[in-house]
């Protein structure tokens, strides 16, 4: 069992290594893509490949691994997805406006990027893992289970934390700008007060020289 150990983190990595390729290829700003706060590990991917890797063998040919293995990983996203949102109140991605998408954590744009994925893994990527894993001493299999579990819990308590903070914070903004009214036009303009705190951040904005409005101008217009 050691070695599903080291097939999801060196899954995970791989997959952290992809999240900032596409991060720095699409521009994206958020350039640290890690889910845990000590290792450099998205355990949606480590999650997905080990689900994929178990149903492998339980069919013929790559159709099987492909369907097998695009549902699996579509679940491992959503399951995560959800507990992230849900549990932690946070989101490391948001699929909303997507076709497709349920609840911004699933579409099928990704699930045949997975479906992809998973005929890579199988019969590309994977047999050369596997037989490095196999080589890794098994008393090393212990404290590497220790050291994850243990960034687990504390990123958990963490990422709680802060996702408690981030809905207090997104709360107390909808009471300072006002929010729109439920089941009326999806258009209904902006509130006064919101008005303002754009106005401010835009004068916020000249007073320090700057020809844009960005997040920060904004949080000191609201101010």
């Known amino acids: 069992m050691a070695r599903w150990l080291w097939y999801f983190y060196w899954y995970s990595f791989l997959g952290f290594l992809l999240e900032v390729a596409f991060a720095r290829i699409s521009g994206h700003p958020k350039r640290d893509r890690k889910c845990l706060l000590l290792l450099p590990l998205c355990p949606v991917y480590g999650l997905g490949a080990c689900l994929i890797l178990w149903l492998a063998p339980l069919g013929r040919g790559p159709l099987w691994v492909?369907?097998?293995?695009?549902l699996a990983a579509t679940g491992a996203e959503l399951v995560l997805g959800a507990f992230y949102r849900d549990v932690l109140g946070v989101k490391f991605w948001?699929?909303?406006?997507m076709p497709g998408s349920l609840g911004g954590l699933v579409c099928p744009v990704f699930s045949l990027c997975w479906t992809a994925l998973s005929l890579i893994l199988v019969y590309a990527v994977h047999p050369p893992v596997a037989a490095l894993a196999a080589r890794i001493p098994p008393?090393?299999?212990?404290?590497?289970?220790?050291?994850?579990?243990?960034?687990?819990?504390?990123?958990?308590a963490a990422l709680r934390r802060a996702g408690a903070d981030s809905q207090a914070l997104r709360s107390a903004i909808a009471q300072r700008v006002?929010?729109?009214v439920p089941a009326q036009s999806s258009f209904q303009g902006l509130t006064p007060n919101c008005c303002m705190a754009i106005q401010g951040a835009v004068e916020e904005s000249?007073?320090?020289?700057?020809?844009?409005?960005?997040?920060?101008?904004?949080?000191?217009?609201?101010?």
Do not use: F, K, M
């Open 66 to 70: 492909a369907v097998s293995g695009g």
């Open 178 to 180: 006002g929010t729109g």
């Open 139 to 156: 008393w090393l299999g212990p404290p590497a289970l220790i050291l994850l579990g243990s960034d687990v819990l504390v990123s958990c």
């Open 94 to 97: 948001d699929y909303q406006g």
């Open 206 to 223: 000249r007073r320090l020289g700057q020809n844009a409005v960005n997040s920060e101008h904004l949080l000191l217009g609201l101010l």
